[in-house]
């Protein structure tokens, strides 16, 4: 049931992330919908998933699931893959928002406000603001 308290969470802030309009209504109606319609593989599945549990139930799908999910925890190779993927990924992160930090500034410098209320405005020091805009300015 937590599973369905976070779905609940997720789609309903704001009550308008689903379509129509009413999310809350929408979820409701979605997840009666997926408890009479899905078949008990489903429902151990979603169980499954929810919990965190290590232990599984008698279910082959889900033993056979658990058993290829401990092989990938315990792969070193795809463990070292993941943090060099994820290490590239925060990387990339981090060099759109520098992007994004220098084209704002840039834009309010263009609008017409002064070095100093820029460099107010983005908590950076003014010479770094007016390092920018002589490179912008060449």
């Known amino acids: 049931m937590e599973l369905v308290k976070r779905f609940m969470r997720y789609y309903t802030i704001g009550g308008g992330g ?11 109606k979605f997840l009666l919908y997926v408890y009479l319609e899905t078949s008990g593989h489903v429902k151990r599945f979603l169980h499954f998933l929810d919990s965190a549990a290590d232990s599984v139930s008698d279910d082959e799908l889900l033993v056979k699931m658990n ?62 603001i007016e390092k920018l805009s002589t490179q912008e300015t060449t």
Do not use: D, F, H
């Open 18 to 28: 689903l379509p129509g309009g009413n999310g809350e209504r929408w979820a409701r």
């Open 67 to 128: 058993l290829e999910l401990e092989k990938v925890r315990n792969n070193e190779e795809w463990r070292r893959e993941y943090m060099t993927l994820l290490m590239e990924l925060n990387e990339r992160e981090a060099r759109g928002l520098e992007r994004g930090r220098r084209e704002a500034i840039i834009k309010m410098l263009k609008n017409g406000l002064t070095p100093e209320q820029v460099s107010k405005i983005m908590e950076i020091p003014l010479e770094a």
